[in-house]
């Protein structure tokens, strides 16, 4: 409606200059309208044409598609542990025989203590509570239980905070890597709502870290197709049933980084909840770059050499997540970059491939474009990596920091979290960009790019709203 608007003012503007340089040239407006008058049958028939094309594009443009809202999983107090209090569970697990009956039980603990230690983590991340207890529950019951509480308390929320009917939800995009119980999530979410029987539910598994972006860009396919209605993505992962219990060090990783979390978004394609939407979607951008081995094999879930389950994380991730995160800056540089960095990019690639080799590539000023960065919260070298990559200041990469000390890598949510923080923080302003970045197994890397459309306050229960006076904190590293 914008654009249209836009249009119909350009050719207004552009009549009235066209009628004043006529008149200003001497040229009878009376003996134009009469021409116009005697020749309205052909006039008529030579904008059938110029209707015709303005419907098509009307038609077949792209459907905006607004962020009304999102929740994200606030854990009860009771699920909080510290370092010290995950190491004395670790220790607990052992003596009772449930994991690492073998001489390197001392080693294994020390290991992940250290990894604790730098991970940049706090002291009040959160774990089920079939980790917390003894003999561990890591049974299906447990798994569902974690999950169940997590999507229903993020729905509950989200549905309080907007005012929408379960019933008024036409898509459902769930993303959780590796739980998938049948029935699916979507359809625990069907049931739990009493979703309409029309629903267009989706279930994402296996996508790892970088599903929420996916599952934001399926969602966006589906309302350039469906009119008039909302779309509901749900992101998490469960921690229950990934626990690893064996002694593979690449393996063990995990366990020190991964806790409870995830994220309900609602979106929507109706033009009348721009006026009351948080943020409107410009760009989705998806990198998939498992045609390689390397790629392919950097984050798998497999079994150990004691048939113990677990992810493996190899050396090559660092850099299979360098080349694949260069491959999508390269296309949505061009999306999103004002003309000066895009031709200086432009010519050192000219340069580079004809002139001088050694010349390193040039990394565009991503600060020229957006306002917020929320980069995924998987790791602090990660998040380092990033922030040395991007040239971005440590206030760019204050919500990522934050959100990895408080929640920890709550896998595909945690862009949210992020999100949560710098509307907690009262920075997002009407017309602020905002850069969300996953990366996750397969390996991939994914985009999406946000404009806000009014000073965003935060939601009710924000994630952050009982701690914000604490943040940010000094991380030590």
């Known amino acids: 409606m914008k654009n249209l ?12 200059m066209v009628a ?17 008058h005697h020749n309205l049958e052909t006039i008529t028939l030579l904008s059938f044409p110029l209707l015709f094309l303005l419907t098509i594009y009307m038609l077949s443009r792209p459907k905006p598609v607004y962020l009304v809202d999102f929740s994200c999983y606030l854990p009860p107090s009771h699920l909080k542990v510290s370092v010290k209090t995950l190491m004395e569970h670790a220790r607990r697990a052992r003596e009772a025989g449930v994991c690492w009956k073998n001489k390197e039980n001392d080693y294994l603990i020390e290991f992940q203590q250290k990894i604790l230690e730098r991970s ?22 447990a798994s569902r239980k974690e999950t169940a509480e997590v999507i229903f308390g993020a729905l509950d929320n989200l549905f309080r905070n907007t005012g929408v009917k379960p019933g008024e939800i036409g898509i459902l995009v769930v993303n959780s890597s590796t739980f998938n119980p049948t029935p699916s999530l979507a359809s625990m979410i069907v049931n739990k709502y009493k979703l309409r029987d029309n629903i267009k539910s989706l279930n994402l598994g296996g996508m790892g870290c970088s599903a929420g972006v996916i599952a934001i860009d399926v969602a966006k396919g589906l309302l350039q197709v469906h009119r008039n209605t909302y779309a509901i993505v749900v992101s998490t992962e469960n921690i229950t049933q990934n626990l690893y219990l064996g002694k593979n060090k690449s393996m063990l990783v995990t366990n020190c980084l991964f806790r409870v979390g995830g994220a309900a978004i609602l979106l929507s394609n109706r033009s009348r909840d721009r006026s009351r939407a948080k943020y409107e979607l410009l760009h989705t951008v998806r990198i998939h ?10 984050a798998t879930q497999e079994e150990d050499e004691d048939g113990i389950i677990g992810v493996t994380l190899t050396k090559n991730l660092p850099m299979v997540a360098a080349r694949t995160l260069k491959i999508n800056i390269a296309t949505l540089g061009p999306l999103v970059l ?11 690639f000219l340069k580079k491939k004809y002139f001088r080799p050694e010349l390193k590539n040039y990394t565009p000023d991503f600060k020229l474009a957006f306002e917020h960065f929320c980069i995924h919260a998987g790791g602090r070298a990660l998040i380092d990596e990033l922030e040395k990559n991007l040239k971005l200041s440590p206030l760019h990469v204050e919500a990522s920091r934050m959100t990895l000390h ?13 999100l949560a923080y710098t509307e907690a923080k009262g920075r997002m302003k009407e017309g602020d960009r905002i850069w ?8 991939k890397c994914n985009s999406s790019v946000w404009v806000a459309l009014r000073n965003v306050k935060p939601s009710v229960h924000n994630p952050w709203e009982d701690c914000m006076d604490r943040y940010p904190v000094e991380i030590d590293i």
């Open 5 to 16: 608007k836009m249009f119909f003012f350009k050719i207004l503007f552009i009549s009235l």
């Open 338 to 348: 004002p003309m000066k960095e895009k031709l200086a990019f432009f010519v050192t």
């Open 120 to 141: 940049g983590l706090g002291q009040e991340t959160c774990i089920p509570e079939g980790l917390q207890c003894f003999p561990l529950q890591q049974d299906m019951a």
């Open 406 to 418: 408080r929640f920890g890598n709550t896998s595909s949510s945690s862009i949210w979290y992020e």
């Open 289 to 298: 770059t498992g045609s390689d081995d390397r790629s392919f094999e950097c």
């Open 436 to 443: 969300q970045i996953a990366l996750g197994s397969g390996f």
């Open 20 to 36: 004043l340089s006529m008149k200003g040239s001497g040229i009878n407006l009376e003996d134009l309208q009469n021409f116009f």
